[in-house]
Structure formats: C-alpha cells, structure tokens
C-alpha cells in the first residue's frame, strides 16, 4: 500500500504507523470548549460594615487583610435555587436550548440535601430533560475538578454538550459569631457550557491535586457520616465551618504557585503567554501572593472577591461569567485554585468561539443590590 505523507491535507488526521504493518486510523483531537457562560448571585448584600457590629472586627480590617467589601446572601433559598438562576441566566443569553444538554455536573459543597443530589433538582428546574446530572464536592477546587470531568467526556467522544455549575449556599454553613470564617464567605454561582471542538481552543492540561492530611484545617465537623447531627452537635456548632486560617493561607499562596508553574510546563507556555489569570477568591493577598511568585502583573489576574467574598464551588464561574466580555478569541487562561481537603489544581485554556447571544435583554443579577440589615446574630 502507497503511504502518502502525513502532513498533507488530505491526510492530517491520519496517524501512520507502520508498527507490524499496520496503518492505525488516529481521529481527530477531540477537546471541550466553553461557549457559554452565566452566573448569578442573590441580590441581599452582607456589607462589612454589618458584621463588624455583629463580632469584634472592623470594616477596615476585614478590607485590608482579605479585601472583600460585601458579599451576597441567599435569603430563603437553596443552593439549587443559585445553580438555577446561572442556567437561567445562561440560557436565556446564549442560544442553546435546555434539551440539547446531556449531562450537567455541580461542583458544590452545600448541597440542598445531603441525599437526594443537588444536581437533580436543578435538572427539572432548568429544564434539562436529556441530561443526566450528579453533584460532587471539590470545596473550593470543585469546580475546576468538575471542569476537567466534563472536558474527560467530551474527550472521550461520547458526549457533545455539558454544563458544569459551581454553586454554594455558603451563608448555610457560617457561624455569624466567627470572626475567622464569618467576613470570608458568600453565597453565588456560576455556569459553563462545554462543548466539542476540533480547533486549537479549549481546555488543555489540568494538573489536580488533594491531600487529606489538611481535612481538620478547613472543616465542617458534623452532619456528615463521620458525627451525623445530635444534639450534641447543635450545641457545640459542629455544623459550621471551621478553619484555621493562617495555615491555610500560607498553603494556599505555596500550592496554587507551585501547581500553576508546573501546569504551564506541562502545556508548554511561558508565564508571559497567559492573558488572564482567574483564581479562586479565597483573600485578595493569596491572589497577589500568587501572581507575585508567577510574575504575572496584577492587571492579568481577575479579580470580583471584593463584590462576593469567597463562594467557594462558585468563584471560578463567577469571574468567568462576570469577566467573559474581556475575554478575546484565542487568549490563554491559567485557573487555579486551593480549598478544603486540601484539593488544589491548575488549568489552562485557549479561549474560544462563544455562542451566539439572544438578542433579548440580558438577565445578569449583578448589580441589583439590597443591602442586609443587622440581625444576623
Ligand atoms: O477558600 C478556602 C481556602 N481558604 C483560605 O484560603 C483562607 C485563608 N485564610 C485567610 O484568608 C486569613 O488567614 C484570614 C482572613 C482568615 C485571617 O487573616 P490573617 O492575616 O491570617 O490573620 P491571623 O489569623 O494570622 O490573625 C492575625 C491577628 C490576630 O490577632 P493577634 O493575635 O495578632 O493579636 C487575630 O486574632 O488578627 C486577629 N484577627 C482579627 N482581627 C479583626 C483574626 N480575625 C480577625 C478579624 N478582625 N476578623
């Protein structure tokens, strides 16, 4: 048999191995892009200035050592309710219709119930009646696990349209007389549409880490299998957040820089090739720490922590969704994150194509804004 050169045209996504004379057909590379993004937060604001005259805190210190200013609370609402409102928010932007999707993953780390999934409650609210749809827990890596999930699908050639929701109630789980978790955190979410692609966009090589020694660092103790719910667990609030926050910070800052550095290795890009950076927000030093140490300028690195403090499953998708006008066909994205378990990771990504956007008004929540009163303790 004649073997014409692997580079022509015709014969480009051929893989000609002549390995006991065989001639292995190689298809195409197959990668999932992001076409579509959506996000949404609830509209009552927790502004520092509440919670400084709930615990013993300030407005100026909670700004200056985590550089959060407000974040949003879901008041009367689940973590479901938040996922929907970013599929809605999604869908109603882009044109894609809700049958068209065939699996959905929620990366969150406060399911509405411990059973039964999250994931399927936001299947009949969105509307997504062809999709299979399951929740798992990556705390605030989740969404960037759920994100290599469902690029590991659509790889895989079986599935050509996922949604990947990061969403977290996390209002549920703060004790509002911690001063150590109560100013960090808010309640939000964000979506992405993964789609196949054959083109030069898309994701590219994820490093993923965990180490559970970190488990007792960044915990909620009960309610789980380990300490199920008692009384006694009530009493002593073993059902809220705890974490020990300068030894997460410091291991934070040293595995989102190492795990980024080594993912641009693995993807052959120099730090100077990356257009934006979009890390978790956890505290705006960590952010700068990390840049810092992959000297990237501050003007790459998204930031939106200020707005919603950190959402755990949801600040990936927010920035995303909040920052996706910026964004510019063929630019390279770094993610990376750090959260409970410890779970860490990095990606990279070339932006794509998007849908095309309906014409209607948009339905991005946002900016609409009514502040909480005090009465939270
Ligand atoms: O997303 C999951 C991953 N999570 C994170 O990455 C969070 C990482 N941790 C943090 O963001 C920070 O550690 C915190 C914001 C939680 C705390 O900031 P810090 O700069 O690490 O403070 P610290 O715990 O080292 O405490 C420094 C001082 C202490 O006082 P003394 O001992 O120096 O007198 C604390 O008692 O600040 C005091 N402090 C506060 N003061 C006013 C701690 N929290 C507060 C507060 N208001 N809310």
Redesign the pocket.
Known sequence: MKIEPANTAKNANFLLCKNKNKITKKTKTMKAVITAVGGFVPTSILNNKTISET????EE??EK??GIKERRIAVGKGTSDLAFGAIENLMSNYEVEPSEIEALILATATPDHILAPTASKICELSGLTNAFGFDMNG??SGFLYALEMGATMIESGRYKKIIVVGADKMSSIVDYED???C??FGDGAGAVLLERTETEYGLMKSILRTDGSGTAS?VVPAGGSKFPASMQSIVHKKHFIK?D??F??K??VAAMSSVSRDVLISNDLDADEIDWVIP?Q??L??INAVSENLNIGNEKVKVNIDRYG?T?SA?IPLCLWDYAADFEEGQNLLITT???GFSWGATCLKWGVMRERKSQKSTKTANKRKVLVPQLS
Do not use: D, M
């Not at 615990?55 to 300030?58: G, M, N, Q």
């Open positions: 615990v013993e805190t300030t210190w909670i050592r985590t705390a605030c001063r150590n978790t100013i960090l960044l974490q926050g300068s997460v910070f291991k934070a978790h956890a505290n030093r960590i950190n755990t600040t750090f959260g409970a």
